[in-house]
């Protein structure tokens, strides 16, 4: 079965403090694909990151970095410095092949709360 | 390039009325995606097109929603009769697919509709 899941459920940081935001997920697949997105209080799912399972290269995007380990089964998500523009409610999903195509499965999110 | 469109944003019926929303993918998706978002949950898959056929319909509560997509593009969603337990926000999302792997895109997001039963 394919499982997301995100066990913090809200966290709340002074602004300009890191914070990890932690994903583990379950598969049996050999080819998946892991994501992040973004949910601001407008309630549309903004696409943050990709990574596909035979790649587990690290990725830095300015402030936004991800640390994918296939051997604990996770991929969590950093932000450094954060600031209040980052206050959402942030999703990791899990990809994976069905007929020919891909179905999304999404862990229940993790809330950000970035104070000033 | 235009994204994921969806109408109506907000809605409000009574129990036992029916509705519908509307989705229209990006241009060229074949995939189209109806996610149900209850307040404080990750999206639940309802329904999965591949062009116009349905790939995925396991978690559709087939005795009072429907879906269906018009020629493999625009997309619509209906409920009849509502439940209070149906109110969420209703997302649509589409994603260019492919058998390889190299080619599968992330889904993008419409802002959805949100659905208020009362």
């Known amino acids: 079965a394919q499982k997301v899941t995100q066990a913090q459920t809200e966290i709340s940081v002074v602004e300009k403090e890191d914070v990890t935001l932690d994903c583990v997920y379950e598969t049996r697949d050999t080819t998946y694909y892991l994501f992040w997105y973004k949910q601001p209080p407008s309630g549309e799912l903004v696409f943050l990151i990709r990574?596909?399972?035979?790649?587990?290269q690290n990725e830095i995007s300015g402030r936004y970095s991800w640390n994918f380990q296939k051997s604990t089964s996770s991929f969590n998500f950093t932000i450094t410095a954060s600031q209040v523009v980052d206050s959402a409610v942030y999703f990791c999903?899990?990809?994976?092949?069905?007929?020919?195509?891909?179905?999304?499965?999404f862990g229940t999110g993790t809330r950000l709360k970035v104070l000033a | 390039e235009a994204g994921v469109a969806q109408s109506p944003r907000y809605k409000i019926i009574e129990k036992r009325q029916s509705v519908a929303f509307w989705c229209n993918p990006i241009s060229g998706h074949a995939t189209l995606y109806w996610y149900q978002q209850i307040l404080g949950q990750g999206p639940k898959l309802l329904i999965q097109?591949?062009?116009?056929?349905?790939?995925?319909d396991s978690q559709l509560p087939k005795d009072r929603f429907s879906a269906e997509r018009l020629k493999g593009v625009d997309s619509t969603l209906k409920i009849q009769p509502a439940k209070l337990e149906d109110s969420a926000v209703y997302l649509c999302?589409?994603?260019?697919?492919?058998?390889?792997?190299?080619?599968?895109?992330?889904?993008?997001f419409g802002q959805g509709t949100r659905l208020t039963v009362v």
């Open positions: 999302a589409s994603s260019l697919s492919s058998r390889d792997p190299r080619r599968n895109t992330e889904a993008f």
């Open positions: 097109f591949q062009n116009n056929g349905v790939v995925d």
């Open positions: 990574r596909n399972s035979f790649d587990e």
């Open positions: 999903a899990l990809s994976e092949e069905t007929s020919g195509t891909y179905k999304y499965i």
